[in-house]
């Protein structure tokens, strides 16, 4: 057995030195981070009212009993699912798609991958609005199309009916979110080693061979990186949902929900317990997906 690794002074030094710099970033995330995170889940095991917040009493998980119990917490989580699973993998196939033709060289790439970047750089609740005119049953663009070429014989409705409300949401998000997928991933494309490809390109292997040989698996990584980011963005989605249907149930989100029990309702209790639900959703889910995933495997 090899004997065991006695720590330098020079590594203690830079140890200390980590520590000392990491302390004051770590107090302010638990200051702005931590804190409001304890005080919610506090809440969630009172009766807690936003009209008399001092007057809450100590209910235990009768909040979460009376969540579970809840059938629009169950759609909630339905449409948080599903959302976040379909707008996911369109915006990861279709950003990994992007990221290669973004990172080929050809004549004005750079005019290119700034147009690329523009849906992302416009603020949500902008480009929410901005889809919501185009979506409108009477005004907007897309009816307009689809009547003149013959596909629709009426108006639809596309943020107010049921069947596609969900759908309408998820398209704008995919539009919007694409970027910055193609952009995390382009950054790792641009990290891997060319001497891969020069030698496939000297041994003749097909380009399609090279993607799914040498491409994939080295910007795995990448993927993960940009896939668990975004999922997390998304279970938390919020403001594209409330400002194009204004949280109605048919699309109504895990923080819409909690939203509308903390504000609408004044149920500050029930709100805190969706809300910890949410952060125990998120939770679980990062770990799950680093642990599986074999992105923290140190490799030999």
Request: glycine fraction near 4%.
């Amino acid at each position: 057995m090899a004997a065991p690794q006695i720590k330098s002074e020079l590594t203690k030094s830079r140890i200390r030195a980590a520590w000392f710099f990491l302390i004051p970033a770590l107090i302010i995330l638990f200051i702005v981070a931590g804190w409001p995170l304890v005080r919610t889940i506090s809440f969630s095991l009172t009766d807690a009212n936003l009209s008399d917040l001092a007057a809450a009493k100590w209910i235990g998980l009768e909040n979460f009993e009376t969540l579970f119990e809840d059938d629009d917490w169950w759609i909630s989580v339905k449409n948080t699912l599903v959302f976040t699973v379909t707008s996911v993998f369109f915006e990861t196939v279709l950003g990994l798609m992007i990221a290669l033709v973004l990172n080929s060289k050809f004549k004005g790439r750079g005019l290119v991958r700034m147009a690329v970047l523009v849906p992302w750089a416009i603020p949500t609740i902008v480009s929410a609005r901005m889809w919501g005119w185009m979506f409108h049953d009477v005004y907007g663009v897309f009816n307009y199309m689809l009547m003149s070429i013959g596909i629709l014989s009426k108006p639809l409705a596309w943020t107010a009916d049921p069947d596609l409300a969900l759908f309408t949401v998820i398209v704008v998000d995919v539009w919007k979110t694409t970027p910055f997928m193609s952009l995390l991933m382009l950054a790792g494309l641009q990290m891997l080693p060319q001497e891969c490809y020069e030698a496939a390109r000297v041994d003749g292997i097909h380009p399609i061979r090279v993607f799914f040989k040498i491409t994939l698996p080295l910007l795995k990584p990448a993927i993960v990186v940009a896939v668990i980011f975004r999922t997390l963005d998304a279970v938390r989605v919020f403001d594209l949902i409330y400002v194009l249907t204004s949280g109605s149930q048919d699309t109504m989100s895990m923080s819409v929900y909690a939203r509308q029990q903390l504000f609408d309702f004044q149920n500050i209790g029930l709100g805190s317990a969706a809300s910890t639900m949410l952060f125990l959703m998120i939770a679980c889910f990062t770990i799950f997906y680093m642990s599986f995933s074999g992105f923290n495997k140190e490799k030999d």
